[in-house]
């Protein structure tokens, strides 16, 4: 293949923008906010997941305390019906007087251990109201940031996007002046040898695989044609000779 020298170093210049598309692509995908936001939101669905269980507790310790309460108010009552029963003197059978006081007693030990649960329920109430309320706090940090990290996150983003097009419009205005059997050819090298098609041979060495030309291989791309496309035996790219090349 043959291409003039100026289309040859201007591969250079596309080989150059290309280098920096892959940079903004890879810098676009690992932006630290990706992982940062990742991160804030397997907290946020766990702290959801807790938020939801301790509100749940919630509910139902409040259920619990007005069932618990009700069955105090009924044994008050009837405790109150019976006390009131034996201070009117309506019973006068010693074995039935007996059988009431007996039972007041009964009611009032009831009673105890009644409220002593209705304590107990109060206590484990507080303290998920408390646990609702603090993940709730924690989840409203937890959502501020996550909104803040995904500001920054499509502010860099946008910024990236932007270079992108700039440097895209840039590489369509190059490769305009290219020969196309020569931009077909780097587009192939540049798949098959990890986004680089065309290096500058400088001083001896090629610039894409870093490694200096033998004596043979220099006697080669000496003798060879201004316009030939030379290949570089290591790597196979595209050695683009330049002043500095060293021959």
């Known amino acids: 293949m043959k291409a003039a020298p100026a289309d040859q170093i201007r591969l250079l210049d596309v080989q ?28 946020l669905t766990q702290q959801r997941d807790l938020l939801v269980a ?10 619990e305390l007005a069932k618990a309460e009700q069955d105090v108010d009924q044994v008050r009552q009837r405790a109150a019906r019976n006390q009131q029963r034996l201070d009117s003197g309506a019973v006068s059978s010693p074995r039935d007087l007996e059988s009431l006081q007996s039972e ?12 002593t649960i209705v304590l107990e329920i109060m206590e484990r109430q507080d303290a998920a ?20 990290a995904a500001e920054r996150r499509d502010a860099a983003t946008h910024e990236i996007d932007a270079e992108t097009t700039t440097v895209r419009e840039q590489r ?7 020969p196309a059997d020569l931009l077909a050819l780097y587009d192939k090298l540049r798949q098959q040898h990890g986004g680089v098609g065309a290096a500058r ?14 004596i043979t291989e220099l006697g080669e791309v000496r003798g060879a044609a201004p316009d030939a496309v030379v290949r570089c035996e290591n790597c196979r790219r595209i050695l683009v000779r330049t002043p500095e090349s060293g021959l």
């Not at 892959?22 to 630290?32: M, Y």
């Not at 301790?54 to 259920?63: G, I, K, L, P, V």
């Not at 007041?104 to 409220?115: C, F, P, T, V, Y």
């Not at 109201?129 to 803040?148: I, M, N, T, V």
């Open 129 to 148: 109201q408390a646990r609702a309320k603090e993940l709730g706090a924690r989840l409203a940090e937890l959502e501020a940031g996550a909104a803040e």
């Open 172 to 178: 369509a205005a190059l490769v305009a002046d290219v």
């Open 201 to 214: 041979l400088y001083q001896r060495r090629c610039e894409g695989c870093r490694l200096e030309l033998n």
């Open 16 to 43: 150059g923008l290309d280098v920096r598309l892959t940079q903004l692509a890879h810098r676009r995908e690992n932006l630290p906010e990706h992982a940062e936001i990742r991160s804030l939101e397997a907290e």
């Open 54 to 63: 301790a509100r749940t507790e919630e509910s139902d310790t409040a259920r």
């Open 104 to 115: 007041i007693a009964s009611l009032a030990r009831r009673q105890d251990d009644l409220e």
